[in-house]
């Protein structure tokens, strides 16, 4: 029997909770297997309401946080079953929670995670380490992005320099130079998919952008996409980090007020968006070889041509090494929880802006 951990990741796109279970006593992390639970209704609804508004009352957070430990609770049985395996062959649960604020810049800064850890341990058996980001924000960093981490242990080459691109609700980059003496680098380059599933959802009654279909069916409004290109957080230098909370329809309004568009054109000119700061965010990085994709924007197959003419070079999922796109993020949370169980350290200075690397996160034991 290897060491098994889990990752729990449910990210800003709010479409469910992606689950990774993964052995860490092989030379490579091995994927064991994965499992996708969709959000129900009656907890994304209150979920989105959360999220999109600036206000919720206590009695409401208190309510949601509980149910959310124990329907990841549930995700993490339902998997262990599937996979006929038990609480006693799992050393821990890394939980990443869901983002209800994201609040790098303000004074004091802040982020919180939601869906009380102390449920999953109860109703699992099993060990839970949660709670990570605030700890590099409490060290001064931006508490965010903590994968490049996890992208280094398992993608970083002697022989190329790479760019490691998630796309999920915001994209984030990850460089990992070939000289491992170079810092690496990491920040959120702004929206991937959030603006475009908003716009499908308020005016498709889609949750989002199948494949691109639509986005590639309609042109791009210039005057909308340098107007929001013109947005100071794209030329911004890193370290940083962003969410719903900054890129959202309210963000968007205030454009279009501007430079009406079609809805149809509308979202083209989203797709667009996402694939020109994905792009910006990479031509700045060092001489970039290859650049690999993951996160649920891989599917957006116009998006991924989009960025390929941008940058004039292949672009790959991380399938190409070996590594679905779509658990990357969920298996980081099961690397980040095996180096706090290890007492190791699991953020990158250089990339969160934190003043020193610490170990992230709280530790539930069963
Ligand atoms: N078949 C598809 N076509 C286009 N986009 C897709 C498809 N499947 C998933 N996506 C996009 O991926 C998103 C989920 O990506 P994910 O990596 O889970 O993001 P997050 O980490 O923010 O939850 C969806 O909201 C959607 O925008
Ligand atoms: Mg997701």
């Known amino acids: 029997m290897g060491q098994f951990y889990i990752g729990l990741m449910s990210g800003t796109s709010l479409d469910g909770v992606d689950l990774a279970i993964v052995d860490f006593d092989t030379l490579k992390p091995t994927l064991i297997s994965t499992h996708f639970t969709k959000y129900p209704n009656k907890l994304l609804t209150p979920l989105k309401n959360a999220c999109r508004q600036s206000s919720i009352h206590f009695d409401e957070l208190g309510r949601l946080d509980a149910e959310l430990g124990v329907f990841y609770a549930n995700c993490v049985q339902q998997a262990l079953s599937n996979a006929s395996l038990n609480s006693h062959d799992i050393t821990a649960i890394g939980s990443h929670g869901q983002t209800i604020q994201h609040s790098p810049n303000s004074q004091p800064s802040y982020t919180l995670q939601i869906g009380d850890a102390n449920r999953i341990?109860?109703?699992?058996?099993?060990?839970?380490?949660?709670?990570?980001r605030r700890r590099d924000i409490a060290a001064g960093g931006q508490g965010a992005p903590l994968v490049p981490a996890f992208h280094q242990a398992i993608f970083q080459s002697s022989i190329e320099n790479l760019a490691v691109v998630n796309i999920g609700g915001i994209s984030n980059v990850t460089f990992l130079p070939a000289n491992c003496s170079e810092a690496?680098?990491?920040?959120?380059?702004?929206?991937?998919?959030?603006?475009?599933?908003?716009?499908?959802?308020?005016y498709f009654d889609r949750p989002y952008d199948e494949s691109g279909d639509l986005s590639r069916a309609g042109n791009v409004s210039t005057d909308l996409l340098n107007n929001l290109l013109r947005d100071p957080y794209f030329s911004q230098g890193y370290p940083k980090s962003t969410g719903p909370e900054y890129f959202?329809?309210?963000?968007?309004?205030?454009?279009?007020?501007?430079?009406?568009?079609?809805?149809?054109?509308?979202l083209s000119t989203l797709c667009e968006l996402t694939a020109s700061c994905i792009a910006q965010s990479i031509q700045q990085l060092p001489s970039v070889?290859?650049?690999?994709?993951?996160?649920?924007?891989?599917?957006?197959?116009?998006?991924?041509?989009?960025?390929?003419?941008?940058?004039?070079?292949?672009?790959?999922?991380?399938?190409?090494?070996?590594?679905?796109?779509?658990?990357?993020?969920?298996?980081?949370?099961?690397?980040?929880?095996k180096q706090t169980i290890e007492g190791r350290t699991g953020n990158i200075p250089s990339v969160t802006g934190?003043?020193?690397?610490?170990?992230?996160?709280?530790?539930?034991?069963?």
């Not at 699992?124 to 709670?131: N, Q």
């Not at 690496?184 to 308020?202: A, E, H, K, R, V």
């Not at 959202?248 to 509308?266: A, F, G, I, V």
Request: net charge negative; hydrophobic share 40%.
């Open 121 to 132: 341990t109860q109703n699992t058996g099993i060990s839970v380490v949660a709670d990570f």
């Open 248 to 266: 959202n329809l309210n963000w968007l309004k205030n454009h279009l007020e501007r430079n009406p568009t079609s809805t149809e054109d509308t």
């Open 184 to 202: 690496i680098i990491g920040f959120d380059c702004g929206p991937g998919n959030t603006l475009m599933d908003q716009w499908c959802q308020q």
């Open 354 to 366: 934190a003043k020193q690397t610490v170990v992230l996160g709280a530790i539930y034991s069963a």
């Open 289 to 337: 070889n290859k650049t690999l994709i993951c996160g649920g924007g891989v599917h957006n197959s116009h998006l991924q041509a989009r960025l390929e003419t941008l940058l004039n070079s292949p672009v790959t999922t991380t399938a190409t090494y070996g590594v679905d796109p779509d658990i990357v993020e969920a298996m980081a949370f099961a690397w980040l929880a």
